[in-house]
């Protein structure tokens, strides 16, 4: 079983930054590629970001390439979104997401953090 805890979220201006983090707990955690989803108000869940076991691959929605960056550490069992530029279409609750399979073509988040609220003022 993975466990995840995010914490970093908050109230920021508009073209602020902030850093997301999320603690993994259990052993597979180091094996497990990581993800960040947001849902704003009204809206769906949409992915925002991923990150590959060893740290190595990334991806990006299109709506955040060039402001967010996703990051890992595997001897913290820690995960990290460093947020800038920040816009108010930003504001969302943001979860953090494991796929213990690995699998970056076909990841499987089965394992979801229990979110922290992003709010975005203009």
């Known amino acids: 079983q993975v466990q995840l805890v995010e914490s970093g979220g908050g109230l920021v201006q508009a073209g602020g930054s902030l850093r997301l983090s999320c603690a993994a707990s259990?052993?597979?955690?180091?094996?497990?590629?990581m993800a960040w989803f947001r849902q704003g108000p009204g809206k769906e869940r949409e992915f925002v970001s991923a990150?590959?076991?060893?740290?190595?691959?990334?991806r990006y929605a299109d709506s955040v390439k060039g402001r967010f960056t996703i990051s890992r550490d595997n001897a913290k069992n820690t995960v990290y979104l460093q947020m800038s530029s920040l816009k108010p279409e930003d504001t969302a609750v943001y979860y953090c997401?494991?796929?213990?399979?690995?699998?970056?073509?076909?990841?499987?988040?089965?394992?979801w953090g229990q979110g922290t609220q992003v709010t975005v003022s203009s």
């Open positions: 990150i590959s076991w060893s740290g190595v691959a990334t």
């Open positions: 259990g052993r597979t955690f180091s094996r497990s590629h």
């Open positions: 997401a494991a796929d213990p399979l690995s699998s970056w073509s076909d990841p499987r988040y089965s394992y």
